[in-house]
Each structure stands twice: as structure tokens, then as C-alpha cells.
């Protein structure tokens, strides 16, 4: 098989088509993700997949490697053709992809992330952002209903996010059971974000609501262990709100990478527990 490379393109993100998919450099990275997939459908048709503390579920796809490896453009390839072909015939031999339908948000950079930005306020405002587009288009299959409905769980998120983000001692202050009710809204941010996912597929993609078809939205992230100031913070994001059941999670990154950064996280945190000499990762 020959090996054509662009001068100048080396670096450059290239989406492939799933046609090729077989013939691939990555075709073992393709096949390993689409077998990733099925286990995260199987797992979330089961009743432990929609406990709150379902800690052995994993909906994350990882692809790993170092930088110029081309684990960006597997990921964007393959996540294209999970949403827009997987009838191809490259995923004939897995027919769980037949009960699903899939979004994609657009991809998450982290690199790109402000100070105070969490990965789950990025998601939520890509989220709002493709509402808000449909709510522009003319041609908008949105139902009045669908709007409110969705304009509600949007509402009742942020209302999460911002008791969850709030100075305890402004927690605190009010009458006894509005600050309950506050507390409940906290604690409850992944029902709450689990169902905006639900109604968000359904309104803004169409998908069906039966139980025979499994939605799920993917949201790819790249180059996530670029952003090293704040990839302890966003593992936790990932881990406290995305492993949902209606959701995949792709990611690209250079493991090591970002072991190094949860190491310096962890390091920062418990310096005068952790003698100098200690090695905390292998």
C-alpha cells in the first residue's frame, strides 16, 4: 500500500471517509473504537447503567498516542461516520449500531479553555448554541412545546451549575426550604443534565423516543491533555457528569501527558503529605 504525504500537511487534521476505513493506516484504531461502542450500548440497556453511582460504567473512547500519530483524525473519521454512515458497510458486522442514532457536538478543545471554563459549561453552552441556531432557522421543526421544554431544562441545569459553583455562605443565606430545595438542585445536576440530553436529542435531531432505538450525543474532545492547568479538573467534570448513559465520550490525547499533569494536580494538593522522593505514578 503506498503512502502519499502533502508537504506542509503532515500536521494537519485529515478526516477520512468511511469507505476507506478498511484500507486505513487505522483501520485496527476504527475497529477497536466500533467495539467500544457496542459495549457502551450494551452496558447502557442495563438497569446498573442508570444508577447515579454506576461506577463500572465507561462510556469514554480514548484515542491515545503521540502528537503527529494521527489520533485527531481517527477520532474526528470515525466519530463522522458513527453519526452519518454507520450503514456503511464497514460496520455491517456490529448490528447494535442499528438500534442507535447518534449526534455530535462539535469539538470540545480544551487548549482553547479560559481560567474559570469547566468542560461541562463547554458542553452545556455548545449545546445551547445549536438550540439557539434552530430557534433562528425558518424552517425549524421545533414545536412550541419542544421550545419551552427545552428552555426549561436548560434553565433547570444552570440553576444547578449555579448553586453548585456558588460561595457556600450565599448557600446558606434564605429561608430553610429554599436552600433545601438549592442543595437538592446541586446534588442533582447529573439527573438533571442526563435528561436535558434526552429531550435535546429528541427535539433538536428528531430521534425516536421508543425503547426499541438508544440515543446517544458524543462529545468529541481534542488534544485534551494540552490544557495541563486544568486536566484534573476536567477528568473530574468527565467522570461527576458526562459518564451518562445517553452520552459517548471520544477523546484524543497523549496519555502520559496527562498523567503527567493529575501527578503535578495531586503533588500540588497534598505537598506536605508526599515526601520528595516519592514517585506517585509508574
Request: aromatic share 10%.
Given at each position: 500500500?503506498?503512502?502519499t ?7 494537519k ?5 468511511v ?10 484504531v476504527?475497529?477497536?473504537?466500533t ?21 463500572d ?16 483524525s ?24 442499528k ?7 462539535d469539538?470540545?478543545d ?5 481560567d ?8 452545556i453552552?455548545?449545546?445551547?448554541a ?8 425558518k ?14 431544562r ?18 446558606y ?29 429528541e ?28 486536566a ?5 467534570d ?16 497523549k ?10 494536580k ?11 522522593d ?5
Amino acid at each position: 500500500m503506498a503512502i502519499t504525504i502533502n508537504i506542509s500537511d503532515e500536521y494537519k487534521i485529515k478526516k477520512e471517509n468511511v469507505g476507506v476505513f478498511e484500507t486505513s493506516l487505522f483501520k485496527e484504531v476504527y475497529t477497536k473504537a466500533t467495539k467500544a461502542v457496542v459495549e457502551i450500548i450494551s452496558y447502557s440497556n442495563t438497569e446498573d447503567s442508570k444508577s447515579i453511582s454506576a461506577n463500572d460504567y465507561n462510556n469514554v473512547i480514548a484515542f491515545a498516542g503521540e502528537r503527529g500519530t494521527g489520533k485527531s483524525s481517527s477520532m474526528i473519521s470515525f466519530v463522522d461516520a458513527l453519526v452519518n454512515e454507520k450503514n456503511k458497510s464497514f460496520f455491517n458486522n456490529y448490528k447494535e449500531l442499528k438500534l442507535i442514532n447518534c449526534a455530535s457536538l462539535d469539538i470540545v478543545d480544551p487548549s482553547l479553555f479560559r481560567d474559570k471554563d469547566t468542560l461541562l459549561e463547554i458542553v452545556i453552552s455548545k449545546m445551547f448554541a445549536k438550540f439557539q441556531y434552530e430557534l433562528k432557522q425558518k424552517d425549524s421543526n421545533l414545536s412550541e412545546d419542544d421550545k419551552r421544554e427545552l428552555i426549561k431544562r436548560f434553565q433547570k441545569v444552570f440553576d444547578n451549575l449555579k448553586t453548585l459553583n456558588s460561595e457556600k455562605s450565599s448557600v446558606y443565606s434564605g429561608e430553610t426550604i429554599e436552600l433545601l430545595s438549592a442543595l437538592a438542585y446541586g446534588t442533582n445536576l447529573k439527573i438533571t443534565f442526563n435528561k436535558l440530553v434526552k429531550k435535546y436529542l429528541e427535539c433538536i435531531y428528531g430521534f425516536s423516543k421508543t425503547k426499541e432505538t438508544k440515543n446517544f450525543l458524543i462529545v468529541p474532545i481534542d488534544d485534551f491533555d494540552l490544557n495541563i492547568s486544568n486536566a484534573y479538573e476536567m477528568l473530574e467534570d468527565l467522570r461527576q457528569f458526562l459518564i451518562q448513559d445517553n452520552i459517548i465520550v471520544c477523546v484524543a490525547c497523549k496519555v502520559e501527558q496527562l498523567n503527567d499533569a493529575v501527578e503535578q494536580k495531586i503533588r500540588k494538593e497534598f505537598k506536605v503529605m508526599i515526601h520528595k522522593d516519592m514517585k506517585l505514578l509508574s
